[in-house]
């Protein structure tokens, strides 16, 4: 059974930082591609940030790009988002997902395995 575990989301001030992981179960990272989506309050659901199986190739929403940092543990089966200089705009529950195909990592909808999200809320 595949399972994503999102953690390290809570209230932050603005300009600050957070770390989330995602630890995953149920499936070898190492094949697949991750990515990080979020969703706010009566808003759809808005890719983030994706990373590919050799971890060499990123890529960001502009709206993250500068501030937000993808990676991930092969070893520890766990991917993580640094997020820095946090905005009220990025206030939303973020889930990890899991692409095999990766053939298009920044669309929603060629994800496999999602998680349960994490809630990341940024005060002015």
């Given amino acids: 059974q595949v399972q994503l575990v999102e ?3 809570g ?27 979020r969703q706010a309050p009566g808003k759809e659901r808005e890719f983030v940030a994706a990373i590919r199986w050799g971890g060499a190739r990123t ?3 502009d709206s ?6 993808i990676s991930r543990d092969n070893a520890k089966n766990t991917v993580y988002l640094q997020m ?4 009220p705009e990025d206030t939303a529950v973020y889930y990890c997902a899991a692409d ?8 929603i909808y060629e994800y496999d395995y999602w998680g349960q999200g994490t809630q990341v809320t940024v005060s002015s």
Avoid at 64 to 69: A, E
Avoid at 84 to 87: E, G, Q, R
Avoid at 100 to 107: F, G
């Fill in 100 to 107: 095999r195909s990766a053939a298009s990592v920044t669309k």
């Fill in 59 to 61: 890529y960001y929403a």
């Fill in 64 to 69: 993250v790009k500068g501030r937000f940092t």
């Fill in 7 to 9: 953690s390290g989301g």
């Fill in 84 to 87: 820095n200089i946090l905005k």
């Fill in 11 to 37: 209230l932050v001030e603005a300009g600050g930082s957070l770390r989330l992981a995602c630890a995953a179960s149920g499936l070898t990272i190492s094949s697949y591609a991750m990515g990080w989506f």
